[in-house]
């Protein structure tokens, strides 16, 4: 039997073996149904937490979550300019891209915190993002602009994977008060 | 030589075989990753998660027990040139995603596709070392 004939044949029977692997798996995928990226799945990728249905329905105040905005709206307000954005990831990733006219304000914090959040009030409206489809980061640094008393503060939706999948405006470079700082120059 | 080019195929095989075992526990999470590379449509991921675990694992025994190790060995740099472009595709692109490698949620970066490409030269010298030998074929 040739090479190619060979794996063939291994290759149908990893499939097999594969097939039965997942059908004895306690987590197994489910062959039936298509599985999105995170970024395409609106539902997984930064959804609102299941925990805000049930606090709806009690009579005390529910705490304050950060809301979700989806790409396209967040899309429609960077070009035109109505929203200010935020980038809760770390310096590398937004020296590498990050929306445009972004600022940097990772969780970390940012040496001129106060100036940034002076800066995010000129805007109604401020969207947080990081690089995670939990949006856990992005979640943290909205809870602190809101503390600081940023009127409205969104998460955006499907973070940085899904700006970049929307073709986005974005930019490069490294942050201007932190850049060198943190890239150790 | 013969003897670094049995370790290699040892090592290479023992490698995929244990890939493959720390992903059978939740394959639904590697589905994920593999969708989360965005080459596969998603009516697919399932099942072409399923089929790349198996591939690993009967890919790697055949590795160990030198059964068609040649065929293996190209498998799995088939295997290892996908995982590879498909990394540093998504990367290049800027999207942040879990490698999937080894079952974990570890996020990928240019390391990952460096190992890879290390892997994928292993592999290819594993074919090269190892002759199709139709008399050892079970």
Avoid at chain 1, 17 to 45: F, R, Y
Avoid at chain 1, 59 to 66: G, L, T
Avoid at chain 2, 4 to 17: E, M, P, S, T, V
Wanted: glycine fraction near 10%.
């Amino acid at each position: 039997m040739n090479t190619v004939a060979q794996m063939a044949l291994v290759a149908a029977v990893g499939s097999a073996l594969g097939l039965a692997a997942n059908a004895l798996s306690p987590h197994p995928a489910v062959l039936q149904q298509p599985v999105l990226s995170a970024a395409e799945s609106g539902g997984g990728a930064c959804a609102m937490p299941a925990s805000d249905v049930v606090s709806r329905s009690t009579s005390a105040p529910p705490p304050w979550r950060p809301v979700r905005i989806g790409v396209d709206e967040a899309k429609g307000l960077c070009t035109a300019c109505l929203a200010g954005f935020v980038d809760a990831r770390g310096p590398h990733e937004f020296a590498h891209g990050h929306i445009q006219n972004a600022v940097h304000l990772p969780a970390a914090g940012h040496p001129d915190e106060a100036a940034v959040i002076a800066q995010l009030r000129t805007y109604a409206l401020v969207v947080v993002y990081d690089g995670d489809y939990s949006c856990a980061v992005a979640d943290d640094v909205a809870g602190r602009l809101r503390r600081a008393g940023l009127p409205d503060v969104r998460v955006l939706q499907g973070a940085w994977p899904a700006w970049v999948a929307a073709q986005g405006p974005s930019a490069a470079g490294m942050c201007g008060a932190c850049g060198a700082e943190a890239f150790g120059k | 030589m013969k003897l670094l080019a049995r370790a290699a195929r040892i090592i290479l095989g023992a490698l995929f075989l244990w890939a493959s075992v720390t992903k059978v526990p939740d394959m639904a999470a590697f589905a994920e990753s593999v969708a989360n590379y965005r080459i596969v449509p998603p009516s697919l991921v399932p099942v072409v998660a399923a089929a790349v675990v198996g591939v690993e694992i009967a890919a790697g025994v055949a590795l160990m027990l030198n059964l068609w190790a040649r065929a293996a060995a190209l498998l799995l740099a088939g295997l290892l040139a996908v995982f590879t472009v498909g990394l540093a595709s998504a990367l290049g692109r800027g999207i942040d995603l879990a490698c999937g490698c080894f079952g974990g949620t570890d996020a990928a970066t240019w390391w990952t596709v460096l190992r890879d490409v290390v892997l994928l030269g292993l592999a290819l010298g594993v074919a090269a070392s190892s002759r199709p030998d139709p008399a050892r074929a079970p």
